[in-house]
């Protein structure tokens, strides 16, 4: 007969574990990273749980009971025990594995075609994506490496240009043909204008540049640069597109510009990596290897040693 599963406590047996080893709850908490109070109330809830009493609790102290010493001694070498089958999980994961955190729409645009280059080249190691959009801090992060853009000033980190940030506007073939011959900025008054909300800046930058007015076109937001640019593939209007990254997408027809005028934006693409750790060899390969699709020399290995 098959014995009934337990609905173990886990976050209580862990607190009782580490103040079994500390003995005091004011050392628990500290390792544990909470208040003396938490690490007191979790092991209430899993006296409560046994029913049994496993601290004598006074005024400014707390010891274990016979009962709380015997229980402890059981458990607490199992947490041990997790803890270092997690860490070797995480650490053969680690060997074979470069963290990337990388924009979406650099990723699907531009990235990706070029990684199976990557994994032909070097089958042992994979590539993660983090590809959320927020300000970059290797600090408390799994995070090896890097693809941001900006002026070239990251936090305890180093980095090197990939390209230089320059736009210009995209459509699809359709919309060109629905709205008409576009051969000077001016025609673009009566175009549909697709926004991304993380570049809301571009559309007035580039109408600066080209002394145009916009201010009451007909405007329509997306929440990222990835789904700005499907939009247009799409049809729905002109967007902005990076130029560098939206190429092989022109280059297959899916996007076309028109005007064929890019202008900078003042920033650039880089790789970014920590100086705060030391650089492992996957992730060296991976950013020799970045560095290479865009004709940069390699940053650790010669070029002969990573081929």
Known sequence: MQLRRLNLP?????????????????????????SQVAVSRQISILENYLNVSLFERGKRSAKLTEVGRAFGHEISGLFDEIELATQRIINQETESTVNLRIYPTFANYWLMSRLVDFTARFPDIRVRFDTRVEPLDFRGTHLDVAVQLGSGTWRDAKCRRL?????????????????????????????????SRYRRRAWDQWAEAHDVDIAHHQRMEFD????????????????LGQIGVIDEAVAEGRLVRPLRQAIPTGSAFYVVWPTSVSVNVKTKRFIDWLLEQVGEAPEFFSARKNG
Do not use: W
């Open 224 to 239: 990222s640069s990835l789904l700005t640019f499907s939009a247009a593939e799409k049809g729905f209007g002109m967007a």
């Open 163 to 195: 390209f230089d940030e320059e736009i210009d506007v995209v459509c699809s073939q359709r919309y060109l043909e629905t709205v008409g011959p576009v051969s000077q900025p001016e025609d673009v008054a009566h175009c549909n204008l697709i926004h």
């Open 10 to 34: 886990l976050n209580p047996l862990r607190a009782f574990a580490v103040a079994c080893r500390h003995k005091t709850f004011t050392a628990a908490a500290r390792e544990l990273g909470v």
